[in-house]
């Protein structure tokens, strides 16, 4: 299904999104550091809105990218060679789980409450708390419940297909075949109708995600929307770096 070329191609365009996603944070930080040094004005909020529209954007492009080649090299794309083992290991369908958006969302919110109980604590100070109103929270929620049912439906058909590997017709063909274990074209055509399938729930978790980090942005102000992001590409970075130390740390045994 897939080539030399497009095994090429993938770990390139992974290389790309990743140095993309360092650029993205350098901006956001750069753009939060400057909104703390003065007051925010209708410029700043054009310029916030700008930034993270691009950066959506650019997650959308690589969305749509990453289908193209999926569909060229389905079960490469599953087992990413071009990631650490660390990264394969926490991967979902070829990316994070929508779900996890919610989990790094509310622990910056428990972090955020405790910090500023803190400072209620010490000094009295409690006018900007709590952080999200309860529309926000309650928005949240409804988006979380939905969103991790249709990971689970997602997840169930990856099972079932995974299962359907030791039924007919790949069972019935493996039992005939020679000591050689030739791959026949009977066989050939069963795994491509399991590669297609693949590549369709590839797609719809691709979807989920891109969906999921819409909605989820569009609750929060554009400076809510902002500290997350800069917060996920943290994570997201640290996740490659300490794969890659790991990685050569079992190497050096």
């Not at 992974?14 to 209708?42: F, I, R, V």
């Not at 909020?45 to 990218?65: C, G, P, Q, T």
């Not at 926000?136 to 299962?163: C, F, G, P, V």
């Not at 978790?205 to 891109?210: K, N, Q, V």
Request: aromatic share 8%.
């Amino acid at each position: 299904m897939g080539n030399s070329d497009d095994r090429t191609v993938l770990p390139c365009m992974y290389k790309e999104w990743m140095s993309l996603q360092e650029q993205e944070l350098s901006d956001l930080l750069q753009h939060s550091l400057n909104l703390n040094k003065s007051d925010q004005n209708a410029t700043d909020d054009e310029e916030m809105a700008s930034l993270l529209d691009n950066i959506a954007h650019n997650f959308k492009d690589y969305a749509v990218r990453r289908r193209s080649l999926a569909r060229k090299d389905v079960c490469g794309f599953l087992s990413q060679s071009w990631r650490t083992t660390f990264e394969n290991s926490i991967s979902w369908m070829g990316g994070c789980r929508p779900s996890s958006f919610f989990r790094l969302f509310y622990a910056l919110c428990g972090s955020e409450i405790d910090s500023r109980l803190s400072q209620f604590f010490q000094d009295g100070s409690s006018s900007e708390f709590p952080v999200l109103s309860a529309i926000q929270l309650s928005s949240t929620d409804s988006l979380q419940r939905r969103t991790i049912a249709d990971e689970e439906k997602l997840s169930t058909k990856l099972a079932s297909l995974q299962q359907e590997i030791a039924d007919m017709p790949l069972a019935l063909i493996a039992r005939k075949s020679s000591p050689e274990y030739k791959l026949k074209e009977e066989a050939t055509e069963a795994i491509s109708k399991i590669e297609e399938a693949m590549v369709c729930m590839i797609e719809e978790a691709d979807e989920l995600r891109l969906k999921t980090y819409e909605e989820l942005v569009k609750i929060l102000t554009p400076a809510q929307a902002l500290d997350y992001i800069i917060a996920a590409k943290k994570l997201r970075l640290c996740v490659r770096a300490w794969g890659i130390e790991k990685d050569r740390e079992r190497a050096r045994e």
